[in-house]
């Protein structure tokens, strides 16, 4: 794959289709959906802030890191990834930020890559027209992430915690990627089997008082399990047993997130289910 350091203003100008007049701004409306950031930005948040946010919650809805793409799916502006290649090959959490007047550009590394390169999601300065570009981006040119975490509590501006919740554990997940016969919706015995799956862990995991099966999700080639609690470690101890067994478990592999989903920096470790049958 080609390499080059993507040139703020006429990468932009570039990504944006900026061919208004001079003094005109382009109009929020005229981007699809798809395209905008979905989150709402704090009344005390920084421009810098809410563009990492936004870049993060991106990446992650169309399918860059080990989460399932929630979408909507958008592609790259040429030769786009399936969902399927896309998966698993960025971190979840931006590592640099820079301007790139008039909008934003923020840098995501490889996953478990010691490289110099990176990608880039690019978006306008009223966070829309949000793009995942082709090329790749030297990490020299990131920039730093900007201190955040005072702007995005105050944005969020919780209720203090309760006696009841002051103490309440952070919810974990443990997410089951198994693949299907097939690239799209595998035959009636993989939906059978992944549908058996979630009801036979939906009884484990209450009986073992871990946490809940949120269900599962089929397609692209893959059926995915969601199962929330206190500890992703319990979740897993709980259900390898069954999961490991399963006619689908060939190839898989679940991720055991330590953190909520709106935790862009939450610890994620991926665990193959066949290497430790």
């Known amino acids: 794959m080609r390499l080059i350091i993507i040139f703020m203003t006429l990468a932009f100008a570039e990504v944006c289709g900026n061919t208004q007049p001079p003094g005109e701004t382009k109009a929020a409306a005229t981007f699809p959906p798809e395209r905008r950031c ?80 990176a990608r880039a999601v690019t978006m306008s300065a009223s966070f829309d027209n949000l793009r995942v570009q082709h090329q790749d981006f030297l990490l020299a040119g990131a920039g730093s992430v900007p201190k955040c975490a005072a702007a995005n509590a105050s944005a969020s501006a919780p209720a203090p915690p309760t006696s009841a919740t002051a103490n309440a554990p952070v919810e974990q997940a443990l997410i089951a990627h198994l693949p299907l016969s097939d690239k799209r919706f595998g035959s ?27 269900g599962n999700e089929i397609g692209q080639g ?30 898989g592999w679940v991720v055991k997130r330590y953190g909520s989903a709106e935790d862009a920096r939450a610890k994620e470790v991926r665990v193959d289910l066949e290497v430790a049958r």
């Open 188 to 214: 009636e015995a993989d939906v059978s089997a992944c549908q058996a799956l979630e009801r036979a862990h939906e009884t484990e995991i209450e009986n073992a008082r871990a946490g809940e099966m949120d």
């Open 38 to 117: 979905r989150l709402a930005r704090g009344p005390n948040e920084s421009p810098e802030c809410f563009a990492v946010r936004c870049a993060e919650d991106f990446v992650r809805r169309n399918g860059y890191t080990v989460e399932a793409a929630t979408g909507p799916i958008v592609g790259e502006s040429v030769d786009s990834p399936t969902l399927e290649q896309r998966r698993g090959t960025l971190e979840r959490a931006a590592v640099g930020y820079r301007p790139s007047p008039p909008g934003h550009l923020v840098v995501f590394k490889y996953s478990s890559s010691q490289g110099k390169t």
């Open 222 to 251: 893959e059926c995915t399990l969601f199962m929330y609690g206190p500890s992703a470690d319990k979740l897993l101890d709980v259900v390898s047993r069954r999961l490991r067994s399963s006619r689908l478990a060939k190839r």
